[in-house]
């Protein structure tokens, strides 16, 4: 393997990676800040049971579906 298809592929990964985290966290923010406002949960409760598990739910998703979409938008290649 050449330096720079691993120079690519280590692009790849990194770009996917920073916005499937980022993208997860987004949306399992907002839902728990919703369920936090909904039920009157505090901070930490409501981080721990409801942001916590959507976090590691959406997470797995976001990698596989985004590549996709970065290709299209020009992100990666």
Do not use: C
């Not at 996917?16 to 936090?36: D, E, P, Q, R």
């Not at 976090?55 to 020009?74: D, N, Q, S």
Request: aromatic share 8%; charged share 20%.
């Amino acid at each position: 393997m050449s330096p720079r298809r691993i120079m690519e592929s280590l692009r790849t990964i990194v770009v996917v990676g920073s916005v499937s985290i980022a993208s997860s966290g987004l949306y399992a923010f907002l839902v728990t800040a919703g369920v936090k406002i909904i039920f009157d949960l505090d901070d930490n409760q409501s981080m721990l049971w409801v942001g916590v598990p959507i976090f590691l739910a959406l997470l797995p998703v976001h990698i596989k579906l985004l590549p996709k979409e970065l290709r299209k938008g020009g992100f990666i290649d």
